[in-house]
T-cell receptor
Framework: AQKVTQAQTEISVVEKEDVTLDCVYE???????LFWYKQPPSGELVFLIR??????QNEISGRYSWNFQKSTSSFNFTITASQVVDSAVYFC????????????????FGKGTHLIIQP | DAGVTQSPTHLIKTRGQQVTLRCSPK?????VSWYQQALGQGPQFIFQ???????QRGNFPDRFSGHQFPNYSSELNVNALLLGDSALYLC???????????FGPGTRLTVT
């Protein structure tokens, strides 16, 4: 069974501060995918990034960066110079594609971190 | 290019009734998954459909069933509704060779 833990329930920072959202995962499988999604008040989950278990390179996309460390089973997300528009609930998720079922890959989500950026 | 669409947007049902929710995947996507998101929680995987068959199921009772049509659209059916079924129901789609799931806006189901 898989598990994703987002220990930070809510984070509040002032605009322009950097903020890191933590994600710790559990799986016994060697092949898996990790994701981050953003859920604004409108409710629709917005895909941010996917990482596979064989690629530990950190990634940067504009103000967003991700730090994947298999040694600690963590996949943390940092927003640099935060903006009010970054306010949302952020979810970390894990999938373990089933090779015997053509890659069936239901996502296991954490409980989310509510990020509040104050102006 | 239309994304994932879901209908209806909101729905109110009475305990014991049955409900059907609908999802149209993003153009070019053939795999559809359904998730239930209770208030303040992360989404929970219900099941996934591919080639009109359920190929993976989460920890949900048989009251939850689904269907995928030849055009890849999908329905989620819930029988004998309970108060605890009140939630946002999300549909996600992807192509067969990609593991990036794209989500629709969801259907907010309220059971009274």
């Amino acid at each position: 069974a898989q598990k994703v833990t987002q220990a930070q329930t809510e984070i509040s920072v002032v605009e322009k501060e950097d903020v890191t959202l933590d994600c710790v995962y559990e799986t016994r499988d060697t092949t898996y995918y990790l994701f981050w999604y953003k859920q604004p008040p409108s409710g629709e989950l917005v895909f941010l990034i996917r990482r596979n278990s064989f690629d530990e390179q950190n990634e940067i996309s504009g103000r967003y960066s991700w730090n994947f460390q298999k040694s600690t089973s963590s996949f943390n997300f940092t927003i640099t110079a935060s903006q009010v528009v970054d306010s949302a609930v952020y979810f970390c998720a894990l999938s373990v594609p089933e090779a015997v079922r053509g890659g069936a890959d239901g996502l296991t989500f954490g409980k989310g971190t509510h990020l509040i950026i104050q102006p | 290019d239309a994304g994932v669409t879901q209908s209806p947007t909101h729905l109110i049902k009475t305990r014991g009734q049955q409900v059907t929710l609908r999802c149209s995947p993003k153009s070019g996507h053939d795999t559809v998954s359904w998730y239930q998101q209770a208030l303040g929680q992360g989404p929970q995987f219900i099941f996934q459909y591919y080639e009109e068959e359920e190929r993976q199921r989460g920890n949900f009772p048989d009251r939850f069933s689904g269907h995928q049509f030849p055009n890849y659209s999908s329905e989620l059916n819930v029988n004998a509704l309970l108060l605890g079924d009140s939630a946002l129901y999300l549909c996600a789609s992807r192509t067969g060779n990609s593991y990036e799931q794209y989500f629709g806006p969801g259907t907010r189901l309220t059971v009274t």
